[in-house]
């Protein structure tokens, strides 16, 4: 069965340092896609960045960076130069194997990020 | 601003009664996925809907009922609520590249 790891309930950075939120899956389907979502206080599920199984670069959108390692079944998110508005619980997930259509996700526990000044 | 809107933004009921969360995609989209946030379970995947028609079903209870109209608009019907249905409930569309893109949400208190 297809499952997302994030084995950090809780971090802290200071400002301006970069930070790593980790992230391993398990999947048996050689075709997926992973992604990265912040959930500020409010509740919104904001969109950061995506990496799919057969992209051969890291994906990079601004600060936010994924550190991908196939063979590990890892997808690390690297947050760099970390802002107070950065302080938010972090999910990864991952495409359910089969859906092609791709707005199936299986999420992991979340990670909660602290920024501080 | 993700382009999804949903409404209410808070619901507060008692249980046994029933609701109904709306959510309309973004512009363009065509397909509407319906999560659940809630503390015990995480984030879970319920029913989604492309163009009108049911297209796939994850952990949605009997209790609970979708729909989406010709104007791409959907609907979450939640009955018989109870206690441990108090949670975020999520809808998201998804682009042509096959990215989900979230509403802000509906929080629903049962009472």
């Known amino acids: 069965a297809q499952k997302i790891t994030q084995t950090q309930p809780g971090m802290f950075v200071q400002e301006k340092e970069a930070v790593t939120l980790d992230c391993t899956y398990d999947t048996s389907d050689p075709s997926y896609g992973l992604f990265w979502y912040k959930q500020p206080s409010s509740g919104e599920m904001i969109f950061l960045i995506y990496?799919?199984?057969?992209?051969?670069q890291n994906a990079t959108e601004g600060r936010y960076s994924l550190n991908f390692q196939k063979a590990r079944k890892s997808a690390n998110l690297v947050i760099s130069a970390s802002q107070l508005g950065d302080s938010a619980m972090y999910f990864c997930a991952m495409r359910e194997a089969g859906d092609n259509q791709g707005g199936k996700l299986i999420f992991g526990q979340g990670t909660e990020l602290s920024v501080k000044p | 601003d993700s382009g999804v809107t949903q409404t209410p933004k808070h619901l507060i009921t008692a249980t046994g009664q029933r609701v109904t969360l709306r959510c309309s995609p973004r512009s363009g989209d065509l397909s509407v996925y319906w999560y659940q946030q809630s503390l015990d379970q995480g984030l879970q995947f319920l029913i989604q809907y492309y163009n009108g028609e049911e297209r796939a079903k994850g952990n949605i209870l009997e209790r609970f009922s979708a729909q989406q109209f010709p104007d791409l608009h959907s609907e979450l019907n939640l009955s018989s609520l109870e206690l441990g249905d108090s949670a975020l409930y999520f809808c998201a569309s998804r682009d042509s590249r096959g990215l989900l893109y979230f509403g802000p949400g509906t929080r629903l208190l049962v009472l």
């Open positions: 990496q799919g199984s057969y992209d051969q």
